[in-house]
């Protein structure tokens, strides 16, 4: 199934990744746009993919894209989860309770025009420790809180270690040892904070064509 390339002197391959996770985190929710030179059964794309790809990374599944909007318009927020080992949860509790009172939240990152300020709060929906909290990590014995944190997809983005850099500022919090960051969903945020699939509107039995 050969993918399709991009017209003019230096064709590049029609495969493009909607909000890629940061470096040095997990994902289970990751999506991509790839175009293909003939249609193709959207089974037979995921389990060509799937095989071509190194263990653990895993095609859950494989669509037609609806005609009109692109992938990255359907995606708006992400949900995350942030594991603290070393950091009991009513001691994330109080600090993720002054990030939240807080109208702003400044931090700062390195980009690629240099050192940035921006505020850290505006873009968080959701932020709370979840009831797993407290389960020993690693069976050793020590404390974890688990963070439940929702994000909108803003300019410049707000990445978990922006919130985590966030809850350093207003509240001293430094996990003793570096957090666990796995985003569990991305797509379109309700008005109830639900995460819908941006690929639910095009779930069908289609082969996959040129796009």
Same mark, same amino acid.
């Given at each position: 199934?050969? @993918? ?15 909000? &890629? ?18 249609? @193709? ?27 009109? $909007? ?21 001691? !994330? ?8 009172? !807080? ?7 390195? $980009? ?9 709060? =505006? ?5 709370? @420790? ?5 389960? #020993?990590?690693?069976?050793?014995? *020590?404390?974890? !809180? ?21 809850? %350093? &500022?207003?509240?001293?919090?430094? #996990?003793?040892?570096? #957090?666990?960051?796995? %985003? ?5 945020? *309700?008005?109830? =904070? ?11 039995? &289609?082969?996959? =064509? =040129?796009?």
């Amino acid at each position: 199934m050969p @993918v399709a390339y991009s017209q003019g002197f230096t064709p590049h391959p029609k495969i493009s990744y909607a909000s &890629a996770a940061p470096t040095g985190v997990a994902s289970e929710a990751e999506f991509l746009e790839i175009g293909l030179q003939a249609p @193709v059964a959207p089974d037979q794309l995921r389990s060509a993919l799937d095989a071509a790809l190194s263990p653990g990374l895993d095609v859950l599944d494989a669509v037609i894209a609806a005609e009109g $909007t692109s992938l990255a318009e359907r995606i708006d927020a992400s949900r995350w989860r942030l594991e603290l080992p070393g950091v009991p949860p009513e001691v !994330a509790g109080r600090a993720v309770a002054d990030f939240l009172a !807080a109208g702003e939240v400044l931090v700062e990152r390195m $980009t690629k025009q240099g050192r940035r300020s921006f505020d850290a709060r =505006g873009a968080v929906v959701t932020f709370a @420790v979840t009831e797993e909290s407290g389960a #020993p990590s690693g069976g050793d014995g *020590t404390p974890c !809180a688990i963070l439940d944190l929702v994000v909108r997809q803003v300019t410049p983005a707000v990445r978990p270690d922006d919130v985590l850099s966030g809850l %350093r &500022a207003v509240a001293g919090l430094e #996990p003793p040892v570096p #957090p666990r960051v796995t %985003r569990l969903a991305q797509g379109s945020l *309700t008005l109830q =904070g639900e995460i819908v699939d941006p690929l639910d509107a095009d779930r069908t039995d &289609a082969p996959i =064509g =040129g796009r």
